[in-house]
Protein backbone atom coordinates (compact mmCIF):
# COMPACT_ATOMS: atom_id res chain seq x y z
CA UNK A 1 0.00 0.00 0.00
CA UNK A 2 1.17 3.32 -0.78
CA UNK A 3 -0.47 6.59 0.85
CA UNK A 4 -0.37 10.22 -0.96
CA UNK A 5 -0.96 13.17 0.85
CA UNK A 6 -1.24 16.51 -1.46
CA UNK A 7 -1.09 20.30 -0.40
CA UNK A 8 -0.12 23.31 -1.19
CA UNK A 9 -3.83 24.22 -3.36
CA UNK A 10 -5.15 28.01 -2.93
CA UNK A 11 -6.65 30.51 -4.84
CA UNK A 12 -4.22 33.20 -6.81
CA UNK A 13 -5.08 35.25 -10.11
CA UNK A 14 -4.06 34.80 -13.29
CA UNK A 15 0.20 34.93 -13.79
CA UNK A 16 0.94 33.88 -10.16
CA UNK A 17 2.36 31.08 -8.89
CA UNK A 18 1.72 27.97 -6.44
CA UNK A 19 3.42 25.13 -5.36
CA UNK A 20 2.07 21.73 -4.66
CA UNK A 21 3.47 19.17 -2.66
CA UNK A 22 2.97 14.96 -3.05
CA UNK A 23 4.54 13.52 0.04
CA UNK A 24 4.46 9.94 -0.16
CA UNK A 25 4.70 6.76 2.41
CA UNK A 26 4.02 3.01 2.76
CA UNK A 27 5.48 0.87 -0.31
CA UNK A 28 6.91 3.65 -2.31
CA UNK A 29 9.55 1.26 -3.38
CA UNK A 30 7.16 -0.46 -5.70
CA UNK A 31 6.47 2.48 -7.91
CA UNK A 32 8.34 3.90 -10.47
CA UNK A 33 7.29 6.73 -11.06
CA UNK A 34 4.62 9.66 -9.53
CA UNK A 35 2.73 11.72 -11.85
CA UNK A 36 0.19 14.78 -11.53
CA UNK A 37 -3.20 14.92 -12.95
CA UNK A 38 -5.99 17.53 -12.53
CA UNK A 39 -9.79 17.62 -12.87
CA UNK A 40 -11.68 20.58 -14.00
CA UNK A 41 -15.25 20.69 -12.85
CA UNK A 42 -17.29 18.38 -15.58
CA UNK A 43 -14.21 17.42 -17.28
CA UNK A 44 -12.15 14.22 -17.24
CA UNK A 45 -9.10 13.87 -15.32
CA UNK A 46 -6.04 14.27 -17.23
CA UNK A 47 -2.38 14.15 -17.18
CA UNK A 48 -0.27 16.96 -15.99
CA UNK A 49 3.27 15.67 -15.17
CA UNK A 50 5.30 13.00 -13.81
CA UNK A 51 8.88 12.10 -12.96
CA UNK A 52 10.64 9.29 -12.11
CA UNK A 53 11.95 7.95 -8.63
CA UNK A 54 14.99 7.14 -9.52
CA UNK A 55 16.80 9.03 -12.28
CA UNK A 56 14.15 12.49 -12.00
CA UNK A 57 13.19 11.81 -15.35
CA UNK A 58 10.41 13.98 -16.26
CA UNK A 59 7.55 14.21 -18.51
CA UNK A 60 5.06 16.98 -19.36
CA UNK A 61 1.82 17.58 -20.58
CA UNK A 62 1.97 20.15 -23.62
CA UNK A 63 -0.73 22.20 -21.95
CA UNK A 64 2.18 22.75 -19.30
CA UNK A 65 5.22 22.93 -20.75
CA UNK A 66 7.06 26.23 -20.25
CA UNK A 67 5.12 26.98 -17.09
CA UNK A 68 5.13 23.75 -14.55
CA UNK A 69 7.85 21.96 -13.19
CA UNK A 70 7.92 18.68 -11.30
CA UNK A 71 10.69 18.03 -8.94
CA UNK A 72 11.36 15.80 -6.32
CA UNK A 73 12.88 15.13 -2.76
CA UNK A 74 13.48 11.38 -2.51
CA UNK A 75 15.17 11.59 1.14
CA UNK A 76 11.54 13.12 2.37
CA UNK A 77 9.43 10.97 -0.30
CA UNK A 78 7.97 14.50 -1.77
CA UNK A 79 7.34 15.01 -5.19
CA UNK A 80 6.65 19.20 -5.98
CA UNK A 81 5.00 20.66 -8.86
CA UNK A 82 5.86 24.03 -9.42
CA UNK A 83 3.18 26.09 -11.57
CA UNK A 84 3.99 29.50 -12.89
CA UNK A 85 1.83 31.91 -15.00
CA UNK A 86 -1.30 30.52 -13.92
CA UNK A 87 -4.40 30.69 -16.27
CA UNK A 88 -8.00 30.42 -15.15
CA UNK A 89 -7.65 27.39 -17.37
CA UNK A 90 -5.44 25.35 -14.44
CA UNK A 91 -8.48 25.48 -11.93
CA UNK A 92 -9.52 22.27 -11.13
CA UNK A 93 -8.69 19.49 -8.27
CA UNK A 94 -4.88 18.65 -8.83
CA UNK A 95 -4.10 14.72 -7.76
CA UNK A 96 -0.75 13.36 -7.33
CA UNK A 97 -0.44 9.28 -8.07
CA UNK A 98 1.88 6.32 -8.22
CA UNK A 99 2.74 4.36 -11.42
CA UNK A 100 4.78 0.97 -11.52
CA UNK A 101 6.05 2.46 -15.29
CA UNK A 102 7.72 5.41 -16.64
CA UNK A 103 6.38 7.39 -18.62
CA UNK A 104 2.74 6.95 -18.59
CA UNK A 105 -0.20 9.62 -19.26
CA UNK A 106 -3.66 7.69 -18.75
CA UNK A 107 -5.69 7.19 -15.14
CA UNK A 108 -5.68 3.72 -16.01
CA UNK A 109 -1.88 3.17 -15.11
CA UNK A 110 -1.85 4.48 -12.26
CA UNK A 111 -1.77 2.52 -9.04
CA UNK A 112 -2.40 4.93 -5.82
CA UNK A 113 -3.96 8.02 -5.51
CA UNK A 114 -3.96 11.14 -3.02
CA UNK A 115 -7.31 13.15 -1.81
CA UNK A 116 -6.23 16.01 -4.66
CA UNK A 117 -6.33 19.80 -3.17
CA UNK A 118 -8.03 22.35 -5.09
CA UNK A 119 -6.18 25.36 -7.29
CA UNK A 120 -8.36 28.24 -8.07
CA UNK A 121 -7.39 30.52 -10.66
CA UNK A 122 -9.11 33.79 -10.65
CA UNK A 123 -9.19 36.20 -14.25
Known amino acids: QVQLAESGGGLVQAGGSLRLSCEAS????????LGWFRQAPGKEREFVASITWGTGSTYYADSVKGRFTISRDNAKNTVYLQMNSLEPEDTAVYYC????????????????WGQGTQVTVSS
Open 26 to 33: GRTFRTAA
Open 97 to 112: ATSAAWPRVQVRNYDY
